[in-house]
């Protein structure tokens, strides 16, 4: 299984180093605040798809439902920095990109996730 979602994890550490240095261009008065949810949200979404690697059967399932609350978060605070004026269209379409693949990618590795069978 590793194998087939190692791209995820590609995807999302392109992400998270394209996002960081982005970050330090927000103003400093929300560096504590937006800033902070906006990365903390990209750096738990890559937590828990790791996460997801370990586990079989619920919990993995459910660490990838947390994975993608997280994706969320980190949508609406990227849509968040673009109307701030914190990134501009480029950046926030670039950015918005790499979310979507990440997220499809997410999306086919839930798919493949079969509930466990019950013993008799």
Do not use: C
């Not at 968040?80 to 004026?85: D, I, N, Q, S, Y």
């Amino acid at each position: 299984m590793a194998d087939k979602n190692m791209v995820i994890f590609t995807r999302t550490f392109d992400f998270l180093s394209w996002l960081l240095p982005l970050t330090n261009h927000f103003p400093r008065a929300h560096r504590h605040t937006v800033t902070r949810r906006l990365l903390d949200a990209a750096f738990d979404f890559f937590e828990h798809i790791q996460a997801a690697n370990f586990r079989m059967g619920p919990r993995r399932k459910e660490m990838l439902t947390a994975a993608d609350e997280s994706l969320a978060n980190l949508r609406m605070y990227m849509r968040m920095a673009l109307r701030w004026k914190w990134i501009n269209d480029g950046q926030y379409r670039h950015g918005g990109t790499m979310i979507a693949e990440i997220g499809r990618l997410l999306g086919g590795w839930q798919k493949s996730v079969k509930p466990e069978q019950r013993l008799k």
